[in-house]
């Protein structure tokens, strides 16, 4: 009996010893996550205490206490999806993306709606606030990498993508309607970096690029304060007191951080100057308050998270985790490079949050969740397509598709060495049958 039971342990313990040791890139993610989620935290409470006591509030930490709970809330999803993500959202793809149009309609619903400088985002319920945008980002993306792994033929012609470009086209003008013109910038961006991956033509990439941009242009054109924002980036200077005035406090407060910065909660442009200090202007508070080595460490995570990804990416068992995980990196990259690159001055202000450190609980929650599925994908423990259809040359996913060896004639991979060895024993048979 001890015998049997000390081999009865050994079995237990292999699999606990080979789970263990998780892939880098899991770990890798995972790591950068956490730490963009606690330095988010800290800088939230930072950017909002004195804000929230000399507001309504009168509680230095409220913003503080809500990013707690819905971090935590999504701490849960991110376990969960971690776990079992592709299998539980899989089947659940077109549910989710038909939720997402519902919640962009209704949030224009008179009772519904909520409205916050100028813009109705969010839809009330109780003390929750939801910002459709949000769910609609990743719905997009799970249908996407859906229909492009399923059907990858249709990469190779402009007009079979369409209905796809058309879904998307109708959820950015939902979204522009709010009016969230961010947003749905991160969605496009988000949707042409999911069909790279998936091999599109470049002559049809180049073609969405021109219309994204000509319609890009006319939202900016027939929108007065969108022309506002345009030309205070432009010349902030020229309206300083105006549509120019964020900007350059941003840029104030990112000059007098230094190397070093002032030092942590010390920041002055937070409390009296930048408007939206805990959400989109976050960034430029950590420069004011930890200077250029507080920046440098920001973007050193998001780069950090930016390999894990895309290494999740090559290691991904099957076209659709390997769609889904460029997708859901691109997205995360996309609107971290927006927000920062809006307040260094380097793009025009969009009003969009830097993902898991500015405050925001639908901009959370989403990330988190969506960190959850590259986590199962980077894991392995995400089940590959029962049958996988085979992909046309033309089909076949741009930069990410791993494998190594020669294609030969009937589209079996192997190195030379390994054919000239088969062939080489095919000879001795014949010779010793002849």
Same mark, same amino acid.
């Given at each position: 009996?001890?015998?049997?039971?000390?081999?009865? *342990?050994?079995?237990?313990?292999?699999?606990?010893?080979?789970?263990?040791? $998780?892939?880098?890139? %899991?770990?890798? #993610?995972?790591?950068?996550?956490?730490?963009?989620?606690?330095?988010?935290?800290?800088?939230?409470?930072?950017?909002?205490?004195?804000?929230?006591?000399?507001?309504?509030?009168?509680?230095?930490?409220?913003?503080?206490?809500?990013?707690?709970?819905?971090?935590?809330?999504?701490?849960?999803?991110?376990?969960? !999806?971690?776990?079992?993500? /592709?299998?539980?959202?899989?089947?659940?793809?077109?549910?989710?993306?038909?939720?997402?149009?519902?919640?962009?309609?209704?949030?224009? +619903? $008179?009772?519904?709606?909520?409205?916050?400088?100028?813009?109705?985002?969010?839809?009330?319920?109780?003390?929750?606030?939801?910002?459709?945008?949000?769910?609609?980002?990743?719905?997009?993306?799970?249908?996407?990498?859906?229909?492009?792994?399923?059907?990858?033929?249709?990469?190779?012609?402009?007009?079979?993508?369409?209905? %796809?470009?058309?879904?998307? @086209?109708?959820?950015?003008?939902?979204? /522009?309607?709010? $009016?969230?013109?961010?947003?749905?910038?991160?969605?496009?961006?988000?949707?042409?970096? !999911?069909?790279?991956?998936?091999?599109?033509?470049?002559?049809? &990439?180049?073609?969405?690029?021109?219309?994204?941009?000509?319609?890009?242009?006319?939202?900016?054109?027939?929108?007065?304060?969108?022309?506002?924002?345009?030309?205070?980036? +432009?010349?902030?200077?020229?309206?300083?007191?105006?549509?120019?005035?964020?900007?350059?406090?941003?840029?104030?407060?990112?000059?007098?951080?230094?190397?070093?910065?002032?030092?942590?909660?010390?920041?002055?442009? =937070?409390?009296?100057? &930048?408007?939206?200090?805990?959400?989109? #202007?976050?960034?430029?508070?950590?420069?004011?308050?930890?200077?250029?080595?507080?920046?440098?460490?920001?973007?050193?995570?998001?780069?950090?998270?930016?390999?894990?990804?895309?290494?999740?990416?090559?290691?991904?068992?099957?076209?659709?985790? =390997?769609?889904?995980?460029? @997708?859901?990196?691109?997205?995360?990259?996309?609107?971290?490079?927006?927000?920062?690159?809006?307040?260094?001055?380097?793009?025009?202000?969009?009003?969009?949050?830097?993902?898991?450190?500015?405050? @925001?609980?639908?901009?959370?929650?989403? #990330?988190?969740?969506?960190?959850? &599925?590259?986590?199962?994908?980077?894991?392995?423990?995400?089940?590959? #397509?029962?049958?996988?259809?085979?992909?046309?040359?033309?089909?076949?996913?741009?930069?990410?598709?791993?494998?190594?060896?020669?294609?030969?004639?009937?589209?079996?991979?192997?190195?030379?060495?390994?054919?000239?060895? *088969? @062939?080489?024993?095919?000879?001795?048979?014949?010779?010793?049958?002849?």
């Amino acid at each position: 009996m001890s015998a049997a039971a000390t081999a009865t *342990r050994r079995l237990l313990r292999a699999p606990r010893a080979k789970r263990g040791a $998780p892939p880098v890139e %899991y770990s890798i #993610m995972l790591t950068a996550t956490l730490c963009l989620l606690a330095f988010g935290v800290v800088m939230v409470f930072s950017a909002s205490s004195t804000t929230s006591l000399l507001g309504e509030s009168g509680d230095s930490a409220y913003y503080l206490k809500r990013t707690l709970i819905f971090g935590a809330f999504g701490l849960v999803a991110l376990k969960v !999806l971690s776990a079992r993500g /592709v299998a539980i959202v899989r089947p659940l793809t077109g549910a989710l993306l038909g939720l997402s149009f519902v919640l962009l309609l209704v949030v224009h +619903l $008179p009772g519904f709606g909520v409205e916050a400088n100028g813009a109705t985002r969010w839809i009330g319920l109780g003390p929750i606030q939801v910002q459709p945008a949000e769910v609609t980002k990743v719905a997009l993306i799970l249908y996407g990498a859906q229909l492009l792994s399923t059907r990858p033929k249709i990469t190779g012609e402009l007009r079979l993508l369409v209905p %796809y470009l058309a879904v998307a @086209g109708t959820a950015c003008a939902l979204i /522009v309607f709010e $009016p969230d013109l961010g947003s749905a910038l991160i969605v496009a961006f988000s949707v042409t970096a !999911l069909l790279v991956a998936a091999g599109v033509k470049l002559r049809h &990439l180049a073609l969405i690029f021109g219309a994204l941009a000509l319609l890009a242009a006319l939202m900016i054109l027939i929108e007065p304060y969108r022309m506002a924002r345009l030309t205070g980036f +432009l010349s902030p200077a020229a309206d300083a007191g105006g549509a120019g005035f964020q900007g350059i406090q941003a840029s104030i407060a990112l000059g007098s951080g230094g190397f070093f910065g002032v030092g942590l909660g010390e920041s002055v442009q =937070k409390a009296f100057y &930048l408007p939206e200090a805990h959400t989109d #202007m976050i960034a430029a508070v950590i420069g004011e308050e930890l200077g250029l080595v507080g920046i440098s460490l920001l973007i050193g995570l998001f780069g950090l998270f930016g390999y894990a990804g895309f290494r999740t990416v090559h290691r991904a068992k099957d076209r659709y985790q =390997k769609l889904l995980a460029a @997708g859901l990196t691109a997205m995360v990259l996309v609107q971290a490079t927006l927000n920062l690159f809006a307040v260094m001055g380097l793009a025009p202000l969009t009003g969009v949050p830097l993902p898991f450190v500015s405050y @925001g609980n639908s901009s959370l929650l989403v #990330m988190l969740a969506s960190v959850g &599925l590259l986590l199962n994908i980077a894991s392995g423990r995400a089940a590959p #397509m029962a049958k996988p259809k085979p992909t046309s040359r033309g089909a076949r996913l741009r930069a990410i598709e791993g494998g190594r060896g020669r294609t030969n004639d009937k589209g079996r991979r192997g190195s030379g060495r390994n054919s000239r060895a *088969r @062939g080489a024993g095919a000879g001795r048979r014949r010779r010793a049958t002849g």
